[in-house]
């Protein structure tokens, strides 16, 4: 198919198949325990993506189907995100860190004119922005939640010297959770050079104009950057100041088993 990226068919069936197959048989020989998970993650996405794109249309013709779609994105990364860090409800504040990265990217990129305000501009742009803020929260969360549990006695000593609760926690967890934003800065260093990522080459398929296709990547690499340091430090802090919690190891392992 001429102006396509990818020729939808039976080629596209069985390569699918082949490359599940190959995630799954190098899990099980590599003992990751997670077979059954890379399993359903890859029907969920085929799926899910089958759904969109039978609705997606509808959507970015009305700016209020528009929003709603951008709010249940953000909604599912916000659940997502939870589950990812702790099996505790605490979790769920994970949707006060990813909106505080989205918010402001999406905010600028509209206000600024950089990005239409039209749905089939608006829809893709956030999808990026959350799904990166989702990311960078979910990585934060867990490593600031287990350095808190693995180096509990250097956050008791903090506490024994007359530190505050929240400076204590910071001590302890801050240098682990900032590795979450090492994936973006790489991937925004190497841009061109070791990927073209999905936006440039969207933009470029479509338009056949390199220049704007670099802009719109561009736009979306450092909005994401911005995006996903707003939300590791939101989750940051909400870890340090006691909001995201895990619950006590008993209780944490019987939900683990029953998972």
């Not at 794109?53 to 189907?65: E, K």
């Not at 180096?151 to 204590?168: K, T």
């Not at 841009?191 to 969207?202: D, E, H, M, Y």
Request: some cysteine; glycine content about 10%.
């Amino acid at each position: 198919m001429n102006g396509a990226s990818v020729n939808v068919g039976w080629g596209l069936a069985a390569a699918l198949l082949v490359l599940v197959a190959v995630a799954v048989a190098v899990s099980l020989v590599a003992r990751f325990g997670i077979a059954r998970m890379l399993s359903v993650a890859s029907l969920r996405a085929v799926v899910q993506l089958a759904l969109v794109a039978t609705v997606i249309v509808a959507v970015v013709r009305s700016w209020w189907l528009t929003v709603a779609f951008v709010l249940v994105m953000l909604g599912v990364a916000s659940w997502t995100s939870a589950r990812r860090m702790t099996p505790h409800r605490s979790g769920l504040f994970a949707t006060a860190a990813i909106t505080s990265g989205v918010l402001p990217v999406l905010a600028i990129a509209l206000l600024s004119g950089a990005v239409p305000l039209t749905g089939i501009a608006v829809v893709p742009v956030a999808g990026i922005v959350i799904g990166g803020a989702m990311t960078a929260t979910s990585l934060g969360g867990r490593r600031a939640l287990d350095d808190l549990e693995q180096r509990r006695d250097e956050y008791e000593a903090a506490l024994a010297l007359g530190g505050r609760h929240r400076d204590a926690a910071m001590l302890v967890c801050r240098p682990a959770a900032t590795q979450a934003l090492v994936p973006p800065m790489d991937q925004t260093r190497t841009v061109g050079l070791v990927t073209l990522p999905g936006a440039f080459v969207g933009v470029l398929i479509g338009s056949g104009n390199p220049v704007q296709a670099a802009a719109a990547q561009v736009l979306v690499l450092i909005g994401l950057l911005a995006a996903e340091t707003v939300a590791v430090a939101g989750i940051l802090e909400l870890v340090a100041r006691g909001r995201v919690v895990r619950p006590p190891a008993d209780s944490h392992r019987k939900y683990t088993e029953r998972t």
